[in-house]
């Protein structure tokens, strides 16, 4: 794969941070044209991306560089090469989910009109970011003999080079595009608020958890080292958000027998 997207003298652009970015970019478009027809101020949802890109980053490197301590204890300063891969999906999700919080309440938004607005554009956005995990040869699967593996042979690739692999980036590209789409035919029918993002989260969990299982790279262990971190914690997050799912959906059944 590509890890850098080229070179001119001492630049350098990293494929992985340009599809990133790119990433972000097409969520905050996607977000834009669905806020309108929430009467949610353009520039709100500008002021929340900034919002959810620091916190995410933050968030993602602090769960990965947690889950590979011993080696980051020995290189310090690679900490800060984010544009080398490495983020955890759930850490930055984890990260942002708090700090949209504490903004929304801030400025006395409704919580879960936003985050159904938010989501479908997430979901977009991280498909596109996966297609930098596989330039980065971050994210990579385990060792396979299917017709569609891939292999890695650049220097600076993350993923073991010349071998056979499960393409773990394309499953998280092609699940994220799959949600995206069932995300954008639910919210125009959606039937009470919290509905769209919390759909997201649910499946989301389930895509990944399942993927999971085809990872090479070390997840940490949560789970008699047969469920990953990553895994343990996006089932837990599938619990609450269930858990939400339901005491939403009683509230508006409430509120429409009224």
């Known amino acids: 794969m590509y890890p850098v997207f080229f070179e001119i003298g001492s630049f350098t652009l990293h494929t992985y941070g340009l599809f990133v970015a790119l990433g972000l970019l097409a969520a905050i478009m996607v977000s834009k ?5 929430r009467n949610i101020a353009p520039q709100t ?13 933050f968030g993602a490197r602090l769960l990965y560089v947690a889950i590979n301590l011993e080696y980051y204890q020995h290189n310090f300063i690679e ?3 984010i544009w080398n ?32 607005v938010l989501a479908p554009g997430i979901a977009l956005g991280h498909a596109i970011g996966r297609i930098g995990c596989l330039a980065a040869g971050c994210c990579y699967g385990r060792q396979c003999d299917l017709p569609f593996a891939i292999q890695f042979n650049h220097p600076a690739t993350l993923a073991p080079m010349g071998i056979d692999l499960h393409p773990t980036q394309i499953y998280m590209v092609l699940s994220n595009l799959v949600l995206f789409s069932i995300l954008l035919v639910m919210i125009k029918r959606n039937h009470f608020k919290g509905q769209i993002f919390l759909s ?7 895509f990944r958890s399942f993927i999971e299982f085809f990872r090479g790279d070390f997840r940490g262990d949560f789970l008699f080292d047969f469920i990953s971190l990553s895994q343990g914690i996006g089932l837990l997050v599938l619990v609450v958000a269930i858990g939400f799912m339901i005491k939403l959906k009683k509230v508006s059944s409430s509120n429409d027998t009224r």
């Open 33 to 37: 044209k669905l806020a309108a027809s």
């Open 45 to 57: 949802v500008s002021d929340l991306f900034f919002v959810i890109m620091l916190s995410a980053i």
């Open 79 to 81: 900490i800060f090469k």
């Open 85 to 116: 891969g490495g983020l955890v999906f759930f850490g930055g999700f984890l990260g942002a989910v708090i700090a949209v919080a504490v903004y929304i309440r801030y400025q006395k938004m409704d919580l879960w009109v936003t985050a159904d």
């Open 200 to 206: 997201y989260i649910i499946l989301y969990a389930l």
